[in-house]
């Protein structure tokens, strides 16, 4: 499976391009050209990846599709992954990392659903603010929450609120390759009105009898997640079964608990921030930003994104769930503890997240 990559108007080989750009590097300012082309066209720019909005759907209640068109410097996807979008909201620049929930296409495009979350700067900007035409930054594609070509017999796709978008962008994958293995997809709402793709997946499961749909609204008497509802899936080979789920932080945590053990392979991802292990936010700890000069104090029981950010500092953040990479800086001294998994680290000159590392000790940072 290869990632769908945008092709340059230049009929170079990429290596022989990118050696000629870095060569005109040397006369051209990369800033300076971005803002006179811009105001040619919006999406030419010298190396920086943008998309332009094309398409605006209502995908549910409180839940929108825009439909992207990038320009030729964003480099593609693998289905189930996800990217980190950008706009610029009352003069700050805002960055949130987004699932896409398509599959790659001849024209290049690509799409995304958000929900509007309560409180959210991002997903109100892009639910109710953005239009067709606006023009956003955009990242490159990350995530391991995909599917292999070929493996495990059976696979069971766990989703939760938004965490359908990536596994709608792997349903649809199988689909396009006529469902070659069982898939059976859970579905977990709060209420019907705000599932999204429900009647897709309604049509492929009548299409497809290798396909299994069930939609669960928990305020309309589903039930939520446990050992019951998930055994009749377990039932037939659950050596064979590899399960994807991606969720809230408590539904991927509680999903890997109860498939401990019973399938062959299991993956997840969260799209909440994680909850601290060690919740003692008394405990008070030195942290040394290097290239900054400054030496702060900060609550150990925090994310040290978080901390950071409580001392009026604003370090490069994309998703605040440790999945987008964008966060990551050398921790040069002292032990940090990932706030997802528990796991310490104490290797000098190492990388971590910051958006789901605590200090457990004083730290020093390259920041």
């Not at 699932?99 to 997903?123: K, N």
């Not at 497809?208 to 928990?218: D, G």
């Not at 060690?278 to 978080?306: F, P, W, Y």
Request: with cysteine; charged share 20%; hydrophobic share 40%.
């Amino acid at each position: 499976m290869t990632a769908l990559t945008t092709t340059a108007s230049t009929s170079l080989p990429a290596s022989q391009s990118g050696l000629l750009r870095r060569w005109a590097r040397s006369f051209v300012d990369p800033a300076v050209f971005d803002y006179w082309a811009g105001h040619i066209n919006r999406l030419w720019t010298w190396e920086r990846p943008l998309a332009r909005v094309v398409e605006r759907q209502e995908a549910a209640l409180g839940s929108v599709t825009l439909v992207l068109q990038p320009n030729r410097h964003w480099q593609g996807f693998l289905p189930g992954q996800h990217l980190n979008l950008g706009v610029e909201i009352d003069g700050r620049r805002v960055t949130r990392s987004y699932s896409l929930c398509d599959v790659p296409r001849a024209d290049g495009r690509i799409a995304v659903t958000v929900q509007q979350i309560d409180g959210g700067l991002m997903s109100t900007q892009l639910c109710t603010r953005t239009r067709v035409g606006d023009v956003l930054d955009i990242g490159p594609a990350y995530g391991e929450l995909t599917l292999p070509a070929q493996g495990l017999a059976r696979h069971l796709l766990l989703a939760a609120g938004s965490g359908i978008t990536p596994l709608m962008s792997l349903v649809r994958e199988q689909a396009e390759r006529q469902m070659p293995q069982p898939v059976t997809l859970m579905y977990w709402v709060k209420t019907a009105a705000q599932a999204c793709f429900v009647p897709e997946l309604q049509a492929l499961a009548q299409r497809f009898p290798n396909f299994q749909f069930q939609l669960i609204a928990t305020q309309q008497g589903g039930r939520r997640i446990d050992a019951e509802l998930l055994a009749p899936r377990l039932a037939a080979g659950a050596g064979q079964l590899q399960a994807l789920a991606c969720g809230p932080g408590g539904f991927a945590a509680l999903a890997r608990e109860l498939l401990s053990g019973q399938v062959a392979s299991f993956k997840a991802e969260a799209f909440t921030p994680a909850v601290p292990l060690n919740t003692d936010s008394k405990h008070q700890v030195q942290v040394e930003l290097r290239r900054s000069g400054r030496t702060l104090e900060v609550a150990s029981g925090m994310s040290l994104l978080a901390a950071l950010e409580a001392q009026g500092l604003r370090p490069q953040s994309g998703c605040r769930m440790g999945i987008c990479h964008s966060c990551v800086c050398t921790k040069h001294e002292g032990l940090a503890e990932d706030m997802n998994t528990g796991e310490r680290c104490s290797e000098p000159n190492s990388a971590i997240r910051i958006c789901v590392s605590r200090a457990c000790t004083d730290l020093s940072l390259d920041l």
